[in-house]
Structure formats: structure tokens, C-alpha cells
């Protein structure tokens, strides 16, 4: 159990104690943050595949009609 001296540290441990995570086993949190790793590196992986998508997406619009940047570029106010 945690000991609390003041008020504010109270709170703290009261939170500590009744977390989400408090009644999991360890090998069920070291379940979960390898879940929680590998959905990352997909999410990783997504933003990647999209930032290629968009790169080319743009390197297309400045071969084949570079003439939609510029009127978005001049509608821009100053």
C-alpha cells in the first residue's frame, strides 16, 4: 500500500491505486504493450505509405498541370 503524507500526494496515490490497469497481471501489461507496439508500428507504417502517396500525388500535378498550384498560390491573400 502507498503512504501519503499531504493532501495533493493523496490524490495521487488514490489514482495509482484504482487505475485501469491495476488488477491486470504482469504477463497481461506485457501482453497489451506489445499489442499497443505492434499497432503503432502499423499506424507508422500507414502514415508512410501516405506520405508517399501524396509526394507522388504532387510530383503528378507539377508534370501535368503545375498551373493548380499557382492559382492556389495567388489566391492566397497577403
Do not use: C
Amino acid at each position: 500500500m502507498i503512504k501519503t503524507t499531504s493532501l495533493a500526494d493523496n490524490s495521487v496515490a488514490d489514482t495509482v491505486e484504482s487505475g485501469p490497469f491495476t488488477q491486470l497481471t504482469q504477463e497481461e501489461l506485457i501482453t497489451l504493450v506489445v499489442k499497443q507496439q505492434t499497432d503503432l508500428s502499423r499506424k507508422d507504417a500507414k502514415i508512410v505509405e501516405l506520405e508517399e502517396y501524396i509526394d507522388n500525388l504532387l510530383v503528378r500535378v507539377i508534370e501535368e498541370k503545375p498551373t493548380i498550384l499557382q492559382a492556389l498560390n495567388s489566391a492566397k491573400p497577403v
